[in-house]
């Protein structure tokens, strides 16, 4: 047996099934009293694409549609709280927080129902190539209507959630408010997978004209899919534009879309711990290893290091050219905010795919599907 399934089942999967989320997040409230305000910084930031990767989660997961410019209703909700809140917007509206929150959400949900009206008769690569130029088209407009969202200068000042004299400032409050809304969205996006919708959605995803022979209506499940995942990506550029407190169109780009749809697939797609694992894997991992914080501890290993460039210095004088050497532990920072953290990156998804095709935690489901594609076929007999 695995023994990572076997830990599994004889620690955690002892305890009862409602008791699990709760310990779970008991112990991650508790995370602000454990660490510094730099690493606060980065749980924000998975949070973030924990909120992102479920709501994505819901289109590709759950109805199987592989939506590519998800990062046009990332952007929709943080000009909508940018352009209704922002000194610098062009409408000086100067609009309360809590007020334009719904009104992101909703700007979204819109634009999410605009981009599915005409994509609901496509499926696979053609569908991925119009939401890939849907999230472009945004970008662009977000860049040239400085009339309407400042341009390339982008707006700045964006208002912070606050109630009463209370204001949301520090990272420990940032952390909990993302805690509390990826609660939410884990909590509903739950509940939708196990409601009619998310079966009417499972059934859309495993094959569509079956599904429309049993009375699915695809066009109503579909626009509902992507209004829902466009909502909840609404959702996460609201507290994005707000936490940064600056947002132009550089922040937008098609680079987005790809983190949180590799935060799905490499956490396991239709799985909220998948989500989860991915975000902490694909986000978390990068920034720690930019931490001073981690070049102290690897700097305790400079003898592995010192025997490893020995082993490529060998290597060298038989492979034709030079392989490099290994950075120093201080060195770790300066050169994995280069193109170097993106070869360990990739390094990490490919070894991640070859390994746990599935994904790191896939829903149950899923586990079925690939385990019944291992078992072997009986002689003369269908299994």
Do not use: C
Request: glycine share 12%.
């Amino acid at each position: 047996m695995n023994p990572i399934r076997q830990l599994g089942d004889t620690t955690v999967g002892r305890l009862p099934a409602a008791a699990r989320w709760p310990l779970f997040l008991a112990l991650v409230a508790m995370l602000p009293f454990l660490l510094s305000g730099v690493w606060i910084q980065m749980l924000f930031f998975v949070g973030l694409f924990i909120v992102l990767g479920l709501g994505l989660n819901v289109v590709v997961g759950f109805a199987g549609l592989l939506d590519l410019g998800y990062v046009a209703f990332f952007a929709a909700g943080a000009y909508s709280l940018g352009i209704m809140t922002s000194p610098g917007s062009p409408f000086d509206l100067n609009m309360n927080f809590w007020l334009v929150l719904p009104l992101g959400v909703l700007i979204a949900a819109s634009f999410g129902v605009l981009l599915g009206l005409p994509v609901l008769p496509l499926r696979g690569d053609y569908l991925a190539i119009v939401t890939l130029g849907f999230g472009e088209i945004i970008r662009l407009f977000l860049v040239n209507r400085e009339d309407v969202t400042a341009g390339s200068q982008g707006l700045s000042a964006i208002a912070r959630p606050g109630i009463g004299s209370f204001r949301i400032e520090t990272f420990t409050h940032w952390f909990y408010f993302i805690l509390v809304a990826a609660v939410i969205v884990g909590f509903i996006a739950s509940r939708l997978r196990d409601s009619r919708i998310g079966r009417a959605w499972e059934a859309i995803r495993e094959d569509e004209d079956v599904a429309a022979a049993m009375g699915v209506n695809k066009v109503k499940y579909k626009l509902m899919a992507f209004a829902i995942g466009a909502s909840v990506g609404g959702l996460g550029g609201v507290l994005y534009a707000s936490f940064i407190g600056f947002i132009n169109p550089a922040a937008f780009s098609l680079q987005v879309s790809i983190d949180v749809i590799a935060v799905v697939i490499i956490g396991g797609m239709g799985s909220t711990p998948g989500v989860i694992l991915g975000s902490l894997v694909l986000v978390g991992f990068p920034r720690i290893l930019q931490f001073k914080a981690t070049a102290d501890f690897l700097s305790k290993f400079e003898w592995l290091r010192d025997g490893l460039n020995g082993i490529i210095a060998a290597a060298d004088t038989v492979v034709p050219g030079s392989i490099g050497r290994l950075p120093a532990a201080s060195e770790w920072g300066r050169e994995l905010s280069d193109d170097t953290r993106f070869i360990i990156f990739g390094a990490l998804l490919v070894a991640i795919m070859v390994l746990r095709p599935e994904g790191l935690v896939p829903s149950r489901r899923r586990q079925l599907e690939f385990e019944s594609d291992d078992q072997p076929v009986p002689a003369g007999g269908a299994a």
